[in-house]
């Protein structure tokens, strides 16, 4: 597309402004965050808080730990997305539609919500547990620390592996794998030696998705992990001070959080840039029918996959049902007691939750649309400056963006702490990327020629962007805007750093109500945010048609 | 309404790559003219520089006597059809045609009735409230070319518009591309690779090659006079045969494989030299034992309904093509000693280089 030079355009204008709110928002609060970790609270340069982070033992452990349950909930995740993923696609399974539907649901409620209710199930005196203890007389394993939290993040983020694994079979051409068969491959080996490679970047993309989704969760081991300490959970004790306040300390722990996604990021970068090549099926994988036994088998597989990974959220919400006592506890007998308990706290955080949630989105999507268009459209130094910035928050775990927020607008010049706004600006930094990224795609793939078309018919560059290029992008975009407005609604670890009474949202209101230990209105609150979810998720079914579900 | 082009000079260049070092041109109002060459010769490149879409490091462009090197794209008044149609997939068939009317800031009713007018000139009346995706490639490009034209542009700007066609498709497309051109009068600048195409739809041809323009002129006159052996290979097949240059008094003519032809169309300066000859297929004819002047060994045959190939080699070892009409009988077998003739009219002599042509200009070419 042809520029003047030397002219300034509306563009730049956008360009610059997009630049000073990365600036504020994310360049100031992690340069004062990196700051706050070298100095002593009389300004000196010291580098005490590393020695003392990588001296102890105990604040070491958190990190590590955080590395090893992440890894771990990486390789079951991969274990369980990808072959449900291949038997997915292959074969017939009754009930896809479904099935579908509820693997996507059950990685969208708050992990920390999945970990509450896996302790009503199988915690010392859960449903499962004394059933076993009473009835057959078995101890079953501990759920609580490593164990607990691994089972909790694999069955809350398989469904990311499906998910990618799924739109990457999509591109797979049906006679690449008719070719393998026609060369006399066994249906084994067409796995490991064509399927697998063919679809490596996206287990690698959903590899490293998955793991920094596991490091940054706050919740799960917070609720699950009891003696098993995490990064995250040492930010948030150290930043609110259980012992005592110490803000240079959470500060440190966070910059060396960073360095470890940093560079677990470029090893991913590095390993997928091995498996690069462009794909476009023309025949896509069409299901086939499995022998008997082996039908049998995959449906076994699928359903109980889905039905471990469904039974905590159904398990809450038949809970939401029981009958209470007064402190909140379950009794023999049903009612609707929760639910008119939970409307107390729903009244106040609905609207609040609705609001921000809201407000993130609009910016979140304005964002997506502008910047893929700069990036996209037209390169320039400036876009592509834009570009790296926009990708940072990948990397930054949530208690990180929370405790750099918190850090740099609680004091003046500008204080936000406790506002809207600065949860709003939470919740972009934590889903840009992601819609960034897919608002980038969907632009690529729409051919410039069409937008010159409009030029050539007369149309200025202004009106070409706002009626051809934002129409044709918005399908794709509002497709993604929905699941980013569920992550929203369920965010946690940054927003728990940040909200205040004016702003605690539904999913802050079930943590404060989980651990006060108050049941029957925690699995009450936890099923009307389910249903929220899926409401979102119907409408996203409808929006985006047959779009491919990426998150 | 329709204006001549005219372009001095123009240079276009990617960084240090230089794509076009120093293009001029004229075309005349209302012509239907292509840009034809092999991929990556510039002339997409030099059509997008024409539109206003890439930038212009050198030279000027006029539209007319205005100079539009400047103008932005959507002041120029062009109509443009793309390779990939480029339809708004958003909008119906008849918002599409219409929305280059609406940016104009037409009355309703007159929006109404030029898209009416334009639906029915490319046929596709029918189709006016579906959704483009629902639509044959053939009808997404009427759809385009619709959309171009109904704006009255001063220009019409075509890029390869009919290779995303199949075959038959693009033959009849062609033929209604050529005939809305004609009735609606208007300059047309058009690209292409396919010499067939270019020439059954051009008034003339531009033949481009790394950014230059070979030749310009009637499909007529590139088939017939090539101006380069790169012309006389692009546009149709040829046989480029080694020959000699000779001349007896007054008599001049080419030596091939050691047989004199003589030529009355040589350019009168040219002394004796090593030339290359180019003769295509269908100017060599079998001839009996008398009337022949090369000889020759049939290597093979390909039948091709309408025409028969063969393959014949000459006591130089220089393999050349020939064209026959297909006879009821077998063709010449495989080994079979032959004579050929030569249309010595039709036949074109290049310096030893290939880059100058050593005919004398035709009358009225």
């Known amino acids: 597309m042809i520029r003047p030079p030397g002219r300034l355009e509306l563009w730049h204008v956008v360009s610059i402004g997009i630049l000073a709110v990365y600036g504020l928002f994310l360049v100031y609060p992690l340069l004062g965050m990196l700051k706050d970790s070298v100095l002593t609270a009389d300004g000196a340069f010291s580098l005490r808080y590393f020695q003392r982070f990588f001296g102890e033992r105990y604040y070491l452990n958190t990190v590590l730990n955080s590395f090893k349950l992440s890894f771990a909930t990486m390789c079951f995740a991969l274990l369980i997305g990808i072959p449900l993923a291949y038997l997915y696609n292959f074969y017939v399974i009754r009930g896809r539609a479904v099935l579908q539907v509820l693997i996507v649901l059950s990685s969208m409620s708050a992990p920390f919500v999945g970990a509450y209710a896996w302790i009503l199930l199988l915690g010392r005196s859960g449903l499962i547990t004394r059933f076993l203890r009473n009835s057959i007389g078995i101890e079953i394993p501990t759920i609580y620390g490593f164990n607990g939290v691994v089972l909790v993040l694999t069955l809350q983020l398989y469904p990311l592996v499906f998910l990618y694994v799924t739109g990457a079979l999509r591109n797979v051409d049906r006679s690449l794998l008719e070719a393998s068969q026609s060369l006399g491959t066994s249906n084994l080996k067409r796995f490991f030696r064509i399927v697998l490679p063919l679809c490596m970047t996206s287990i690698l993309a959903s590899a490293l998705l998955v793991f920094m989704r596991a490091m940054a969760d706050f919740g799960t081991p917070l609720v699950i992990g009891e003696g098993y300490r995490t990064f995250p959970v040492e930010i948030y004790k150290q930043y609110v001070g259980e012992t005592s306040q110490n803000y240079s300390f959470a500060a440190a722990i966070s910059v060396v959080a960073i360095a470890i996604t940093a560079i677990v990021f470029l090893l991913q970068k590095l390993a997928s840039s091995r498996f690069s090549f462009k794909m476009n099926a023309m025949n896509r994988i069409e299901p086939k029918k499995a022998k008997p036994l082996a039908s049998v088998l995959i449906h076994a597989f699928a359903y109980l996959v889905v039905s471990v990974s469904m039974l905590p959220q159904a398990y809450l919400a038949y809970?939401?049902?029981?009958?209470?006592?007064?402190?909140?506890?379950?009794?023999a007998g049903y009612s609707l007691s929760s639910y008119r308990e939970a409307w107390r706290y729903v009244s106040r955080a609905l609207p609040t939750t609705l609001l921000i949630g809201g407000l993130s989105i609009a910016v979140v999507v304005l964002m997506s649309i502008l910047i893929a268009y700069m990036v996209v459209r037209r390169r320039s130094v400036l876009n592509n400056s834009i570009d790296t910035m926009s990708m940072l928050p990948y990397i930054i775990p949530g208690s990180v963006v929370g405790i750099a927020l918190a850090l740099a607008f609680s004091s003046k010049p500008l204080v936000l702490t406790g506002t809207v706004l600065i949860m709003v600006v939470a919740m972009c930094i934590r889903r840009s990327p992601y819609t960034i990224r897919s608002s980038v795609a969907i632009l690529q793939q729409i051919p410039v020629a069409t937008e010159e078309a409009a030029i050539s018919l007369g149309a200025s560059k202004l009106k070409t962007f706002f009626r051809i290029t934002t129409p044709m992008m918005a399908n794709g975009i509002i497709a993604g805007a929905i699941l980013s407005w569920v992550t929203i609604l369920t965010e946690l670890s940054a927003s728990i750093m940040l909200?205040?009474?004016?702003?605690?949202?539904?999913?802050l209101t079930i943590y404060v109500l989980v651990s006060r230990g108050v049941d029957g209105p925690a699995s009450a609150v936890a099923t009307i945010l389910m249903l929220f979810t899926v409401l979102s998720l119907a409408l996203f079914m409808l929006f985006s048609k047959n779009r491919d579900l990426a998150l | 309404m329709s204006v001549s082009i005219t372009i001095k000079n123009a240079v276009k260049r990617y960084g240090d790559a230089v794509i076009i070092p120093d293009l001029s041109l004229e075309i005349r109002k209302g012509e239907f003219f292509t840009l034809l060459g092999p991929s990556g010769c510039g002339k997409t490149t030099l059509l997008r520089m024409i539109a206003g879409f890439n930038s212009i490091e050198g030279g000027d462009f006029y539209f007319g006597t205005t100079r539009i090197n400047d103008l932005d794209p959507a002041k120029r008044n062009i109509g443009m059809v793309f390779q990939n149609y480029a339809i708004f997939p958003h909008m119906t068939v008849r918002s599409n045609i219409a929305f280059g009317l609406r940016n104009r800031k037409l009355p309703a009713g007159e929006i109404a009735a030029r898209a009416d007018e334009f639906l029915g000139l490319v046929r596709i009346a029918e189709y006016a409230d579906r959704l483009p995706d629902r639509l044959s490639g053939g009808q997404q490009q009427r759809v385009a070319l619709a959309r171009a034209l109904a704006i009255h542009p001063d220009v019409l700007?075509?890029?390869?518009?009919?290779?995303?066609?199949?075959?038959?498709?693009?033959?009849?497309?062609?033929?209604?591309?050529?005939?809305?051109?004609?009735?609606?009068?208007?300059?047309?600048?058009?690209?292409?690779?396919?010499?067939?195409?270019?020439?059954?739809?051009?008034?003339?041809?531009?033949?481009?090659?790394?950014?230059?323009?070979?030749?310009?002129?009637?499909?007529?006159?590139?088939?017939?006079?090539?101006?380069?052996?790169?012309?006389?290979?692009?546009?149709?097949?040829?046989?480029?045969?080694?020959?000699?240059?000779?001349?007896?008094?007054a008599e001049s003519g080419v030596s091939l494989a050691g047989v004199r032809v003589p030529l009355r169309t040589l350019v009168s300066d040219a002394g004796p030299q090593r030339v290359k000859v180019s003769v295509r297929p269908e100017d060599f004819y079998l001839a009996g034992p008398e009337a022949g002047v090369v000889d020759g060994v049939v290597e093979r045959s390909v039948f091709l309904g309408l025409n028969t190939h063969y393959h014949v080699r000459l006591p130089s070892g220089e393999v050349v093509e020939i064209v026959q009409e297909s006879v009821m009988e077998d063709p010449i077998a495989p080994a079979t000693p032959v004579r050929l003739g030569i249309k010595s009219q039709k036949i074109n002599v290049f310096d030893e280089a290939g880059v100058v042509s050593l005919m004398a200009p035709a009358v009225g070419a």
């Open chain 1, 319 to 331: 809970s939401s049902f029981r009958k209470t006592n007064v402190f909140g506890n379950f009794v």
């Open chain 2, 157 to 249: 700007l075509m890029d390869e518009p009919l290779s995303n066609l199949d075959a038959k498709l693009r033959l009849e497309m062609r033929e209604a591309i050529k005939e809305i051109q004609r009735s609606v009068g208007i300059t047309t600048v058009y690209v292409t690779h396919d010499q067939e195409e270019a020439m059954a739809v051009s008034d003339r041809i531009a033949v481009m090659n790394g950014g230059v323009i070979r030749q310009i002129g009637t499909p007529r006159a590139l088939y017939q006079r090539p101006a380069d052996l790169f012309v006389a290979t692009f546009i149709g097949h040829t046989n480029a045969l080694d020959g000699e240059l000779y001349r007896n008094g």
């Open chain 1, 499 to 507: 909200y205040s009474a004016k702003t605690q949202t539904l999913t």
